[in-house]
């Protein structure tokens, strides 16, 4: 491993699900077919809470909008972000370069592939065992920030404007994200420099999912559940087909993308930082002790 570098795990190499779409296989391949993937135990109408930022950063003493979020990091854990600041030119640049990447070769993909021992770059996530079922989606997974962990070959390699791009958005999104991590803080009461110590120089990774078209679509998964390891998750829909869905008091809540907005999961470490800053002795369990995949 180079220096300076880190390791983020591993995954076993796989195929690559864009190439076997292409193949047009009447029947999906038994290793992506999941015992009744439909069945998520109930569908719910509920919609996630909507976040204004623009009303979230006002100077009002009393601010509705700090109650929402409030509420949606208590009772959710997710919610939609509108009016967030980040530029929407260059949101749509990246939605376009990042479906071009996706089309290019499979040969020129491979320049980024998963390198024996990291799970970093071109493919699939977690994968553990040759009898693991798969999810239908391949992924570029790196490292964003701080830039001297950048994996040589991967984000810096990436073929301009793509990188340039990226590169950019990685750094607003940095913006946002310690925007939202400040006003959780201070819905929650919490001092603000306890988050920025945790979180002002942390590490951003970023994850791109394709998914491409399946002969049985009601077999197989995109992502099948789980929940982040992460502090906080920022979501970006590149297009109009819903698929994401959480859970909610045991039924499945699809989420229906807002223009122009992103979605917010707060992860598994920092719901783990909140309930042992706000209350220390309270006993709490481990959002991967329930993970269903």
Request: glycine share 6%; charged share 25%.
């Amino acid at each position: 491993m180079e220096s300076g570098m880190i390791n983020l795990g591993s995954s076993l190499k796989v195929s690559f699900v864009q190439e076997l779409a292409k193949e047009k296989f009447a029947s999906v391949p038994p290793r992506y077919i999941r015992p009744d993937p439909t069945k998520l135990d109930g569908a719910s109408t509920e919609e996630i809470p909507v976040i204004d930022m623009q009303r979230l950063l006002s100077d009002e003493s009393v601010n509705p909008e700090l109650e929402k979020l409030h509420f949606a990091c208590k009772e959710w854990g997710f919610f939609q972000v509108i009016n967030h600041g980040v530029s929407s030119s260059l949101v749509d640049k990246l939605k376009l370069e990042m479906q071009k990447f996706f089309n290019l070769t499979i040969e020129e993909k491979k320049r980024f592939a998963q390198e024996p021992g990291d799970v970093e770059g071109y493919g699939q996530a977690f994968v553990v065992s040759e009898e693991q079922k798969l999810n239908w989606g391949d992924m570029l997974f790196m490292v964003a920030l701080p830039t001297h962990l950048r994996k040589p070959h991967l984000l810096p390699n990436l073929p301009l404007p793509f990188r340039e791009t990226l590169d950019q958005y990685s750094r607003e999104l940095k913006i946002l994200a310690i925007k939202v991590l400040e006003q959780m803080t201070k819905a929650l009461g919490m001092k603000l420099e306890d988050m920025t110590m945790l979180f002002e120089d942390g590490m951003q990774t970023m994850r791109m999912n394709y998914y491409p078209p399946c002969p049985q679509p009601e077999l197989v998964m995109g992502l099948c559940p789980h929940s982040d390891a992460d502090g906080l998750t920022i979501l970006l829909q590149v297009n109009e087909v819903e698929g994401l869905q959480i859970k909610k008091a045991g039924a499945w809540v699809p989420v229906v993308p807002l223009p122009n907005a992103f979605t917010v999961n707060v992860g598994d470490i920092l719901e783990v930082i909140m309930l042992k800053i706000l209350s220390p002795k309270m006993e709490y369990c481990d959002k991967w002790d329930l993970q269903e995949c």
